[in-house]
């Protein structure tokens, strides 16, 4: 195998939630990167990885370890907290520049959630784009208001680029740090149009200056 991938959320203390462990479930002795070191020490895996959700600061500390290969990080047009900057007002969940620590520790990053679970997905966000009744995974998601946010980033379709879902996947592209980004799909169209987003550079620096203009006032006010 690959890639062996914890997917619980890790917070500081063990919450009420059977999906959560703390940070001292994974990294003590005997844990889970002790667990996942031991496969790879059978050849049952190459590498391993680990979710980025749930607490900030306990996920932070579960890269500063060492011990993982990669990490599944949350981020999109709606909340970029993971690769940038956002206001201390910001709405959502603040991953206070995960994806950056990752890079410093030379870990790959895969994005989740590239469609804000389907909000960023235009017409076609419930023909395959997204499960029929999404979920927030993080605290300030909601999925209507994230449609309502949506609906003010349709300045970015321009040109070559004919949809809000494009956008979304090109925007994760963007930052250097990402490795890869992961999009659900069910048909050929949707492959292509997600496949043809590799290779486009960056946005214009008008367009990043709304961006942030929006996280700062209409998606960052709590």
């Not at 909601?142 to 300045?155: G, I, P, Q, S, V």
Request: charged share 20%.
């Amino acid at each position: 195998m690959d890639v062996f991938q914890l997917h619980s959320q890790i917070t500081l203390k063990r919450g009420s939630s059977q999906r959560t462990l703390e940070v001292e479930d994974v990294l003590r002795e005997g844990g889970v990167a002790d667990a996942f070191d031991e496969a790879k020490s059978k050849g049952l895996i190459r590498y391993c990885g680990f979710t980025g959700l749930g607490e900030t600061e306990a996920l932070h500390q579960i890269i500063d370890s060492g011990r993982f290969d990669l990490v599944q990080a949350y981020y999109n047009l709606l909340n970029p907290s993971a690769g940038l900057f956002v206001p201390s007002d910001f709405v959502g969940h603040d991953f206070s520049l995960l994806i950056r620590k990752a890079s410093e520790k030379k870990m790959g990053v895969v994005v989740i959630r590239v469609l804000a679970g389907g909000a960023l997905g235009g017409e076609a966000a419930r023909q395959g784009y997204a499960s029929p009744t999404p979920g927030p995974l993080i605290s300030g998601t909601d999925y209507e208001a994230d449609l309502n946010r949506a609906e003010k980033l349709h300045f970015l379709v321009e040109g070559e680029v004919h949809s809000l879902a494009q956008v979304a996947i090109m925007f994760a592209l963007m930052n250097g740090a990402v490795s890869t980004v992961l999009v659900g799909f069910s048909n050929l169209e949707q492959i292509g149009e997600a496949a043809s987003c590799s290779g486009r550079g960056l946005f214009p620096e008008n367009f990043m200056e709304r961006l942030r203009s929006l996280w700062a006032a209409d998606f960052g006010r709590k």
